[in-house]
């Protein structure tokens, strides 16, 4: 079993919709990122939180330790929004879970 | 900003060659990092470098090596390219333990 699992797979939506990924773990950790991959290849870092919740812009990241679990929600979806949502966990290494797909149509 | 850069987007090669993916960051960031990321797998960690002339083995570090000669540049070499190398390989930086790593753009790897 993976130490990071994130679901779902794939995730198709229509533009507007309410988007959830969520991402559970089974280690110890100090901090968990959401990162976002465009198509191209390269990987941004969206947030990167430690406890409660945190906010940018249409991004929503929550985190409950006690239950290791942290959701990414996209508030009104747009395709640009289309991308690979990675989970990841650190506590001196970084480990990855295999991302979700998402697909925001017009 | 930090900037991490590969040195391919695109690269293809034939299988025993030997392969030397390049990655430069411009932060001094003390730690460097070389993933392959594979469908449903995610990023799998090869090689990593906490200093100059210091490197640890990854997950899976079969098949390659690393070079550091100075801060700001860290090499992954494939000694004699295989067909199971083909892959998207990932550089990131980043400033201490725990801290957000710094990608840069990914090389997409085909050995023939």
């Known amino acids: 079993k993976n130490e990071v699992e994130q679901s779902p797979q794939n995730l198709t939506a229509q533009e507007g919709e309410f988007i959830t990924i969520n991402c559970s773990y089974s280690v110890g950790i100090s901090a968990l990122h959401w990162l976002q991959q465009h198509p191209g290849g390269g990987i941004v870092s969206l947030f990167m939180l430690s406890s409660g919740k945190k906010k940018h812009g249409r991004l929503i990241a929550t985190i409950n330790i006690q239950e290791k679990h942290s959701s990414l929600h996209i508030t009104a979806s747009h395709p640009r929004d289309s991308a690979v949502y990675i989970c990841?966990?650190?506590?001196?290494?970084?480990?990855f879970g295999a991302g979700t797909r998402l697909t925001v149509k017009p | 900003d930090v900037k991490v850069t590969q040195s391919s987007r695109y690269l293809v090669k034939r299988t025993g060659e030997k392969v030397f993916l390049e990655c430069v960051q411009d932060m001094d960031h003390e730690n460097m990092f070389w993933y392959r990321q594979d469908p449903g797998l995610g990023l799998r960690l090869i090689y990593f470098s906490y200093d100059v002339k210091m490197k640890e083995k990854g997950d899976i570090p079969e098949g390659y090596s690393v070079s550091r000669e100075k801060k700001e540049r860290f090499s992954l070499i494939l000694e004699s390219a295989s067909t199971n190398q083909t892959s998207m390989y990932l550089c990131a930086s980043q400033t201490f333990p725990n801290q957000p790593q710094h990608f840069g753009d990914g090389t997409r790897l085909s050995i023939l």
């Open positions: 990841a966990v650190t506590n001196n290494d970084m480990r």
